[in-house]
């Protein structure tokens, strides 16, 4: 069997991209699928989650196995029949760390597999990915810059300006720049080699 999913960006605009991808394919193939379909950049890390009908995240299922134990449950040890038991089950989908990528996948219908096609493949495109990940509120607070890591803009907003009001002229007025001590003891003996 043939599950259709379709996978959507969380932006402001619409985009989505339909994937078919067979029942006995694992979360990780369904990974690359989404890689493919909205030409997702790198090698980053990435999650499924499982997710109930209001998109609420549930247990993440990892691309790598990041417990203590080294036994968790990773992409490819999930099939899709598990990850999305009958129509309409849901599954969010995270790709990136600095710049996050969000997606909410949702099974459409089980259709027949089709003879000479490499699944997973992407069936229906509807808007233009943007070049970088979009933003949760869909803006940029108002600032104007863009930034991967904006919890630092706000760290450092001020920090030139803290160092222009800031003199470092010669704080140390008992220390003479211009006069060179001499006379350190230094006593080196000399080795005899006879």
Same mark, same amino acid.
């Given at each position: 069997m043939v599950y259709k999913i379709r996978v959507i960006l969380d932006a402001k605009d619409t985009i989505f991209?339909?994937? /078919?991808? =067979? +029942? =006995?394919?694992?979360l990780w193939n369904l990974h690359l699928g989404i890689k493919s379909a909205f030409s997702l950049p790198g090698e980053e890390l990435s999650s499924f989650y499982f997710s109930d009908d209001e998109w609420n995240e549930g247990n993440a299922v990892p691309l790598e196995d990041m417990s203590d134990e080294g036994d968790g449950e990773i992409m490819s040890d999930v099939y899709l029949n598990e990850g999305f038991p009958a129509v309409g089950s849901k599954m969010r989908f995270q790709y990136g760390f600095i710049d996050l990528w969000e997606f909410f996948c949702e099974l459409l219908e089980i259709n027949d597999e089709k003879p000479a096609v490499n699944y997973p493949i992407t069936v229906y495109r509807f808007g233009n990915v943007p070049l970088k &990940? #979009?933003? @949760?509120?869909?803006?940029?607070?108002? @600032?104007? @810059? @863009?930034? &991967? %890591? #904006?919890? %630092? !803009? !706000?760290? $450092? +907003? !001020? $920090?030139? &300006? /803290? $160092? =222009? /009001?800031?003199?470092f002229e010669d704080e140390d007025d008992d220390y003479n720049d211009d006069e060179e001590e001499t006379g350190y003891n230094d006593v080196f003996e000399e080795d005899d080699e006879d």
């Amino acid at each position: 069997m043939v599950y259709k999913i379709r996978v959507i960006l969380d932006a402001k605009d619409t985009i989505f991209r339909d994937i /078919e991808i =067979k +029942d =006995k394919q694992t979360l990780w193939n369904l990974h690359l699928g989404i890689k493919s379909a909205f030409s997702l950049p790198g090698e980053e890390l990435s999650s499924f989650y499982f997710s109930d009908d209001e998109w609420n995240e549930g247990n993440a299922v990892p691309l790598e196995d990041m417990s203590d134990e080294g036994d968790g449950e990773i992409m490819s040890d999930v099939y899709l029949n598990e990850g999305f038991p009958a129509v309409g089950s849901k599954m969010r989908f995270q790709y990136g760390f600095i710049d996050l990528w969000e997606f909410f996948c949702e099974l459409l219908e089980i259709n027949d597999e089709k003879p000479a096609v490499n699944y997973p493949i992407t069936v229906y495109r509807f808007g233009n990915v943007p070049l970088k &990940a #979009p933003s @949760k509120s869909g803006n940029d607070n108002g @600032k104007g @810059k @863009k930034s &991967a %890591m #904006p919890f %630092m !803009d !706000d760290d $450092f +907003d !001020d $920090f030139d &300006a /803290e $160092f =222009k /009001e800031t003199s470092f002229e010669d704080e140390d007025d008992d220390y003479n720049d211009d006069e060179e001590e001499t006379g350190y003891n230094d006593v080196f003996e000399e080795d005899d080699e006879d």
